[in-house]
């Protein structure tokens, strides 16, 4: 018999499902700073990214039940979770900007880079919050995140098609609104 350590993360959120805390733990020592990470690049905010991801890891505990292994990794269904919080805290702070703070990637730079990158990711951070909701989590996810246009489609409830149609408007506005400055920031052919 494999040990929880061992275990998928499928098998583990059976175990969740019976009530299984260490089950549940090491779950969320195998996955929480990576979607806290996820939280706090999307709303810019460490305090309400905390608040996010623990209120989707409640939602583990609680609708672990509701899981199906055959539908969906685990990874793929947290991050939807995950997403549809995030999605809502926006909406409640729907007239708030992207906070200043607001990094692109993951890995900062130096001073020294991150002075040279001001400007642009100013401009992206300014043009980003203009997007609707819907072209800005798809962004977000597909550029951002890195996940593949079908992986991004699931977690945003779409079909594939209509991801991609979010990503063509968005990439349009985006080029538009920077196509000005884009020897000044930088920034490839869009």
Not at 29 to 36: D, N, S, V, Y
Not at 78 to 106: C, H, K, Q, S, T
Request: hydrophobic share 45%; charged share 35%.
């Amino acid at each position: 018999m494999k040990t929880a350590d061992e275990r998928s993360d499928e098998s583990l959120m059976t175990a969740v499902a019976d009530g299984d805390r260490a089950a549940y733990a090491l779950l969320v020592h195998r996955h929480g700073l990576k979607f806290r990470a996820l939280a706090i690049r999307i709303l810019g905010d460490a305090a309400l990214a905390d608040d996010v991801t623990q209120d989707a890891w409640t939602t583990v505990w609680h609708r672990a039940d509701r899981f199906d292994p055959a539908k969906a990794r685990f990874s793929t269904w947290f991050y939807r979770v995950v997403v549809n919080r995030v999605l809502d805290m926006r909406r409640i702070r729907r007239a708030d900007p992207l906070p200043e703070g607001f990094d692109m990637e993951d890995d900062r730079p130096g001073a020294e880079a991150g002075l040279a990158l001001s400007r642009r990711d100013e401009k992206v951070r300014a043009v980003l919050d203009t997007l609707p909701e819907r072209q800005r989590m798809a962004v977000m996810l597909c550029y951002f995140e890195g996940l593949s246009n079908a992986a991004a489609a699931e977690m945003l409830g779409l079909h594939l098609k209509a991801l991609e149609s979010l990503l063509v408007r968005a990439r349009r506005r985006l080029r538009d609104a920077l196509c000005d400055d884009r020897d000044d920031l930088l920034l490839p052919h869009v």
